[in-house]
């Protein structure tokens, strides 16, 4: 049906557009179709990304201002190890002297043979040492002790044997140290005649590792 002046209806083809539309081709028909899609496609996913680009700037800032935040971290890192050489070995009660370094020293230092905690806060404390033999038999006993920066006993662990034949031994324990400068010894209480507690990089460590700077939770292991 045609208009007056020759017009077509709304929505129906004239002669030109019914030509193009036989002409057109199935790929045709298709391109046409996903180019529209795509388009309200990529226009959605600007948008989405407009929105999004804000909260994403905003957590990463966030997370940047944490990098220099160097208390977070834990402080595993301060760490010290030692031996006592052959030289250092005894056969009396007294302490058992550490006088070799084993690689770098965070956070503590060696001297007088003890290892000396330049920080505060919980430590972790490990020691083995080496008792030889002895034909007459009796008891073995030793202690890791943390004095205070005067020399006094802050915190300290025991431990006991009673065996003739040669052993080693090992102890492991914590303590919450208020300041630097507290140190960690290792001393021998009662060691039978003839018996003797043996130096050298094979038979013995003592070794330290801080594991927090904390010092108001919990107890301190003081005793």
């Known amino acids: 049906m045609s208009m007056p002046g020759g017009g077509s209806p709304a929505g129906s083809l004239g002669p030109g557009g019914f030509a193009a539309w036989q002409a057109m081709t199935e790929s045709d028909a298709m391109s046409q179709m996903s180019g529209g899609v795509k388009s309200k496609f990529g226009n959605a996913q600007d948008e989405f990304k407009i929105n999004l680009k804000n909260p994403i700037e905003e957590i990463?800032?966030?997370?940047?201002?944490?990098?220099?935040?160097?208390?977070?971290?834990?402080?595993?890192?301060?760490?010290?190890?030692?031996?006592?050489?052959?030289?250092?070995?005894?056969?009396?009660?007294?302490?058992?002297?550490?006088?070799?370094?084993?690689?770098?020293?965070?956070?503590?230092?060696?001297?007088?043979?003890?290892?000396?905690?330049?920080?505060?806060?919980?430590?972790?404390?490990?020691?083995?040492?080496?008792?030889?033999?002895?034909?007459?038999?009796g008891v073995t006993e030793w202690e890791i002790r943390v004095l205070r920066p005067d020399g006094s006993i802050f915190s300290r662990s025991r431990t006991r044997m009673e065996d003739k034949e040669i052993f080693s031994s090992l102890d492991v324990t914590s303590v919450v140290v208020p300041a630097a400068g507290y140190q960690v010894q290792v001393y021998i209480n009662v060691l039978a005649a003839g018996r003797g507690v043996i130096g050298g990089p094979t038979l013995n460590r003592l070794t330290v590792k801080h594991i927090s700077r904390n010092t108001n939770t919990g107890d301190t292991g003081q005793g």
């Not at 160097?70 to 030692?82: E, F």
């Not at 050489?85 to 058992?96: L, M, R």
């Not at 503590?108 to 030889?132: M, P, Y």
């Open 60 to 137: 990463r800032d966030g997370q940047l201002d944490l990098n220099n935040e160097v208390g977070l971290l834990s402080p595993l890192q301060d760490y010290g190890s030692a031996y006592a050489n052959t030289s250092a070995g005894i056969s009396a009660v007294g302490q058992f002297s550490f006088t070799n370094q084993i690689g770098p020293m965070k956070k503590c230092h060696l001297s007088g043979g003890r290892i000396i905690l330049d920080d505060l806060g919980l430590w972790d404390i490990q020691c083995k040492i080496w008792v030889d033999w002895t034909g007459l038999g």
